[in-house]
């Protein structure tokens, strides 16, 4: 463009273009026009450059997202809420299941159940909370090695009444102080703990609830954030694709070893709930407090190894290494395997093909059976 203005410039520049010129003269005034304003001295890139709008600020980090999931049970929790969770640990509360402790209160608050057998076939939970509380849980009951190598995995404070204290295998002190388990035991601690229902006979007849626990663990520094392994989780699939590797499973019977019994579990798939409800010895099985039917989103049976200890009646479940699994869930079933790598490593579940399988969000219960054990379904 200089160079047009300088031979616009020159004495004669009419005559050289000719009057062919006349138009592109025209065209080149036009442009010049447009291009450089009247009055305007600036070079043509400066007033482009100036027209140019300014880089604008970096935009602000992204706000946390509204609610995070639970890394127990996978419920999602608005992060306010979450935030404050996490100055707690879990709590992992012993709850036995002999028929003169029926019913039991608070298994329906519980975020995770594991269920196994104590010794005699007759079985026992271990309830765990974090994101849930509990007003009432009955009956506590003691401590059995196997359970405590399930609470190291949730970093839980494990709550009981009492122990086997009977040296060898099954000595629960070491077990507790080889992993670092923060222990809230009744028969030391007393009302720490728990308190005794003057009604019932003992040992069926301790009571406790999670805001005396974690009060009692906060005086003993057992306080948060939990460490553990998450499990994968996902939203409900009621009606998802049909998949030759599952199968429908709308009742579900865990017999424990002993058909018929009073630890005979089945359960019942509720499709409007997207869950299943559960009965125990061929009744529906309730809380004490609510009357309400104890239901679970996901059912997770693990076949372990159970073996006689050779002291008294007391048995040891191999929880740790491999073998095979059922995972209930969304009306079907998954047929796969478990693995737990070290004492407090998190149990996992796979499929068939070798992948972790991934729950709904909600309470799990993990049916710990022996591996000779029927489960029909």
Same mark, same amino acid.
Do not use: C
């Given at each position: 463009?200089?160079?047009?203005?300088?031979?616009?410039?020159?004495?004669?520049?009419?005559?050289?273009?000719?009057?062919?010129?006349?138009?592109?003269?025209?065209?080149?005034?036009?442009?010049?026009?447009?291009?450089?304003?009247?009055?305007?001295?600036?070079?043509?890139?400066?007033?482009?450059?100036?027209?140019?709008?300014?880089?604008?600020?970096?935009?602000?980090?992204?706000?946390?997202?509204?609610?995070?999931?639970?890394?127990?049970?996978?419920?999602?929790?608005?992060?306010?809420?979450?935030?404050?969770?996490?100055?707690?640990?879990?709590?992992?509360?012993?709850?036995?299941?002999?028929?003169?402790?029926?019913?039991?209160?608070?298994?329906?608050?519980?975020?995770?159940?594991?269920?196994?057998?104590?010794?005699? $076939?007759?079985?026992?939970?271990?309830?765990?909370?974090?994101?849930?509380?509990?007003?009432?849980?009955?009956?506590?009951?003691?401590?059995?090695?196997?359970?405590?190598?399930?609470?190291?995995?949730?970093?839980?404070?494990?709550?009981?009444?009492?122990?086997?204290?009977?040296?060898?295998?099954?000595?629960?002190?070491?077990?507790?102080?080889?992993?670092?388990?923060?222990?809230?035991?009744?028969?030391?601690?007393?009302?720490?703990?728990?308190?005794?229902?003057?009604?019932?006979?003992?040992?069926?007849?301790?009571?406790?609830?999670? $805001?005396?626990?974690?009060?009692?663990?906060?005086?003993?520094?057992?306080?948060?954030?939990?460490?553990?392994?998450?499990?994968?989780?996902?939203?409900?699939?009621?009606?998802?694709?049909?998949?030759?590797?599952?199968?429908?499973?709308?009742?579900?019977?865990?017999?424990?070893?002993?058909?018929?019994?009073?630890?005979?579990?089945?359960?019942?798939?509720?499709?409007?709930?997207?869950?299943?409800?559960?009965?125990?010895?061929?009744?529906?099985?309730?809380?004490?407090?609510?009357?309400?039917?104890?239901?679970?989103?996901?059912?997770?049976?693990?076949?372990?190894?159970?073996?006689?200890?050779?002291?008294?009646?007391?048995?040891?479940?191999?929880?740790?290494?491999?073998?095979?699994?059922?995972?209930?869930?969304?009306?079907?079933?998954?047929?796969?395997?478990?693995?737990?790598?070290?004492?407090?490593?998190?149990?996992?579940?796979?499929?068939?093909? $070798? $992948?972790?399988?991934?729950?709904?969000?909600?309470?799990?219960?993990?049916?710990?059976?022996?591996?000779?054990?029927?489960?029909?379904?």
């Amino acid at each position: 463009m200089g160079a047009i203005r300088q031979s616009l410039s020159r004495p004669g520049a009419r005559l050289i273009v000719g009057a062919a010129g006349v138009g592109v003269i025209a065209a080149a005034l036009i442009v010049g026009a447009i291009l450089v304003p009247s009055g305007s001295s600036s070079p043509v890139i400066e007033q482009l450059a100036s027209d140019s709008p300014s880089p604008s600020p970096s935009p602000p980090p992204p706000p946390p997202p509204p609610k995070v999931a639970s890394p127990i049970n996978g419920l999602m929790l608005d992060r306010a809420v979450y935030d404050s969770l996490q100055a707690k640990a879990p709590l992992a509360v012993m709850i036995e299941n002999h028929p003169d402790a029926r019913p039991q209160a608070g298994l329906n608050q519980a975020d995770l159940v594991y269920e196994a057998i104590a010794e005699g $076939g007759i079985t026992r939970y271990m309830a765990v909370y974090w994101s849930t509380e509990a007003g009432r849980i009955q009956y506590v009951r003691s401590a059995r090695l196997y359970y405590v190598q399930w609470a190291a995995e949730l970093s839980a404070i494990y709550t009981h009444w009492g122990q086997v204290e009977d040296p060898g295998s099954v000595d629960v002190w070491p077990v507790l102080a080889r992993l670092g388990v923060r222990d809230l035991n009744g028969l030391i601690l007393g009302e720490e703990v728990g308190y005794r229902d003057d009604s019932r006979f003992a040992p069926h007849n301790v009571f406790t609830d999670t $805001g005396l626990l974690w009060r009692s663990a906060q005086a003993h520094s057992f306080n948060g954030p939990p460490i553990l392994e998450p499990w994968k989780f996902k939203e409900d699939e009621p009606q998802r694709p049909a998949n030759p590797a599952e199968r429908a499973a709308p009742i579900v019977n865990v017999t424990f070893g002993s058909p018929g019994s009073d630890f005979d579990v089945t359960w019942y798939y509720a499709p409007a709930a997207n869950g299943y409800v559960r009965s125990l010895g061929g009744a529906p099985h309730t809380d004490a407090i609510t009357g309400e039917q104890l239901t679970a989103r996901n059912i997770a049976v693990q076949f372990a190894p159970l073996r006689p200890s050779g002291i008294k009646a007391y048995n040891i479940i191999d929880t740790v290494g491999t073998g095979p699994a059922v995972v209930f869930q969304d009306g079907v079933a998954k047929v796969g395997s478990w693995r737990k790598d070290s004492e407090s490593g998190r149990t996992r579940f796979f499929d068939s093909a $070798g $992948g972790e399988i991934t729950f709904d969000r909600g309470r799990t219960w993990i049916e710990v059976v022996p591996t000779d054990s029927a489960v029909n379904y």
